[in-house]
């Protein structure tokens, strides 16, 4: 049965932490699906931190950008983070919001097809200051638009704040 628990919040808010602790409480090998892409100097290191802070029991998969060409039947599976991925698609479609978001919902739907547990990270963005240039704020409304669309699949949603997890959808979802 796929199960689908959907982490969002703020930057810090303690959505990643959250995630692995239902992850372990779900399965002696959680799956990490890593996003990131290596950036530069200072994001190696974050990823670095990342990996350390996971016990010898998590497998690490990292994808970029095609979610939908995984297997990952029967599995708990952490995926960290969509604002990363949104990121690679956005960066990669010449920051093309239409293209991006069309890619961004139709891997989403084949990454979704399978029967497994999945708990996704995400960032709410927008809550405060407007983004100053016109790519960075087609990028907010991007990342906005692609949390309300799984939020909408999900069969849990989690808002994060400052390290305590609010219910805010506790259905099942077709």
Same mark, same amino acid.
């Given at each position: ?49 990342? &990996? ?79 983004a100053e240039n016109k790519v960075a704020r087609k990028f907010t409304d991007l990342q906005g638009w692609m949390n309300q669309y799984i939020a909408s699949k999900a069969d849990r949603v989690i808002f994060m704040v ?6 805010? &959808? ?5």
């Amino acid at each position: 049965m796929r199960n689908i628990i959907f982490i969002t919040g703020g930057q810090r808010s303690g959505k990643s932490s959250y995630g692995q602790k239902l992850a372990e409480e779900s399965s002696d090998h959680p799956v990490y699906l890593a996003t990131a892409r290596y950036w530069d100097d200072e994001f190696e290191e974050r990823i670095a931190r990342h &990996k350390n802070d996971r016990g010898v029991q998590w497998e690490t998969i990292e994808e970029e950008k095609k979610l939908g060409e995984l297997v990952l039947e029967d599995k708990t599976i952490l995926l960290d983070c969509v604002t990363l991925w949104l990121t690679n698609i956005f960066h990669d479609n010449d920051f093309d919001l239409d293209k991006s978001f069309d890619y961004a919902k139709e891997e989403w739907s084949r990454l979704t097809a399978g029967d497994f547990t999945l708990i996704v990270i995400s960032n709410e963005l927008g809550m405060g200051v407007h983004a100053e240039n016109k790519v960075a704020r087609k990028f907010t409304d991007l990342q906005g638009w692609m949390n309300q669309y799984i939020a909408s699949k999900a069969d849990r949603v989690i808002f994060m704040v400052s390290g305590i997890p609010v219910q805010i &959808k506790t259905q099942q979802c077709d």
